[in-house]
């Protein structure tokens, strides 16, 4: 076990959560061993809830366990927030961030620190895999990879950022910026796609390893159509975005996009437009490539969906 100061080898594992009492406590004990197993790690849960809800449940789990855990109350709702708010108290050098519908699969947190030692890595991603509802439905199937977060196959350095949940962040690698993530994405996302393109044009390297693993569970009432359209349309907004963000040298790729945009839209609307003709649930798959496709054309923060605080 190494030694050292928690800005040597501190980590802080980081839960926001949002009326999800049941599942904060899920995810606790999918980390809390885990965070045992290293010398200098916290736990620290944002309840993001006005009413803090999770509270609780929280400090009922904290009583009975000897991980090192810290509840904090962000009154005010919004993912930006509830993240700032958390990184205020971590006092780790290294940040693993970890959603609270997310469950970390065994040895996550070393095989990210491992990623993180080995390759000079101030940001390392893995693979998330869905875990559909139990209820019985026959759109889960053809829906469960709109949720999944696998868009690599091999190990390797990767030129942009997947998603906050599930990553781990080197601070002595990554320079913050002042907030870390923008408060104007508090509704709609988007504010980590911002935060991992700042880090990457300052040079931060990017690592995925397939050995860190999460899952997330997918609560009924987001395994819907409606749902699916609007995460995916935001997916689509992402590359247009970054080269939007890079002013004028930027031009070319928001041109390049867009054109990406209406293919795929046109591409997969037969499909799409058969399978809601005959009621087959192969449709999701197809909402899927539209709504991707749709949102590289209508990219503009104006057309941001709402996709927290529901």
């Known amino acids: 076990m190494m030694s050292g100061t928690w800005q040597d080898i501190g980590v802080s594992i980081v839960i926001p959560t949002y009326k999800r009492p049941d599942d904060v406590v ?116 053809y829906m469960s990879g709109a949720f999944d977060r696998i868009p690599y196959e091999q190990d390797g350095y990767i030129d942009r950022g997947v998603a906050t949940g599930g990553c781990l962040i080197d601070r002595q690698c990554a320079p913050f ?31 995925w390893t397939t050995d860190a693993k999460c899952l997330e569970h997918v609560p009924a009432k987001r395994a819907t159509l409606s749902y699916v359209w609007k995460r995916n349309f935001a997916f689509g907004q992402g590359p247009t975005q970054e080269a939007f963000d890079k002013g004028v040298r930027g031009l070319p790729g928001m041109i390049f996009w867009m054109i990406v945009g209406g293919a795929q839209s046109l591409i997969s609307l037969p499909g799409l437009a058969f399978y809601s003709l005959i009621g087959s649930p192969k449709r999701a798959r197809s909402l899927v490539k539209f709504a991707q496709g749709i949102g590289k054309i209508f990219w503009i923060k104006a057309f941001n969906p709402k996709l927290y605080g529901n």
Request: charged share 25%.
């Open 26 to 141: 899920r995810a606790l004990r999918s980390i809390e061993t885990q965070a045992k197993d290293h010398k200098l790690c916290e736990i620290v849960v944002v309840d993001n809830d006005p009413e803090h809800s999770a509270k609780d449940a929280v400090e009922a789990f904290i009583r009975q366990s000897s991980a090192h855990i810290t509840f904090i109350h962000e009154p005010n709702p919004g993912v930006s927030n509830a993240r700032n708010t958390a990184l205020e108290h971590a006092r780790g050098r290294f940040i693993a961030f970890l959603d609270d519908d997310m469950e970390a699969c065994p040895k996550w947190l070393s095989y990210s620190l491992q990623a993180a030692n080995d390759y000079q890595a101030g940001l390392v991603f893995g693979p998330v895999k869905a875990v559909m509802p139990k209820e019985t439905d026959p759109y889960y199937e």
């Open 177 to 207: 910026p002042t907030p870390v993530f923008d408060p104007s994405f508090n509704q709609s996302g988007g504010e980590d796609d911002m935060f991992f393109r700042y880090l990457l044009r300052r040079g931060v390297k990017a690592y």
